[in-house]
């Protein structure tokens, strides 16, 4: 019996990071950003908004929902951070 991937999971690859995140969505353009984002850099941006708490804090909420049914990515919370001046990817 296989155990469902955690999205937080440092164990999970990434393309099982990406896929967590897809399950339930049909929305073909936020499947192709969540699947860029899983295969760059073993998933390192997957993994930073998941778990970089000053990356939720400077969007005033996580940017990847855990809550739901299924994951989910706030991308115009990602959007807003990118657009933050001073902010920069490099941190963490």
Same mark, same amino acid.
């Given at each position: =019996? !296989? =155990? &469902? ?5 440092? #164990?999970? $690859? ?6 967590? %995140? ?6 073909? +353009? =936020? #499947? ?5 984002? /899983? ?6 941006? %997957?993994? #930073?908004?998941?778990?970089?708490? !000053? ?6 909420? &996580? %940017?990847?929902?855990?809550?739901? #049914?299924? +994951? ?11 657009? $933050? &001046? ?5 941190? /963490?």
């Amino acid at each position: =019996m !296989e =155990m &469902p991937v955690s999205v937080a999971s440092d #164990r999970a $690859t990434s393309e099982e990071l990406a896929e967590s %995140l897809l399950e339930g969505v049909v929305n073909e +353009p =936020m #499947r192709a950003a969540t699947k860029l984002l /899983g295969a760059h850099g073993d998933g390192y941006w %997957l993994r #930073r908004l998941t778990g970089d708490q !000053e990356l939720a804090a400077g969007a005033d909420h &996580p %940017l990847i929902d855990l809550s739901g #049914r299924y +994951p989910t990515v706030d991308w115009d919370g990602v959007g807003h951070l990118l657009k $933050t &001046p001073g902010w920069s990817g490099a941190h /963490g």
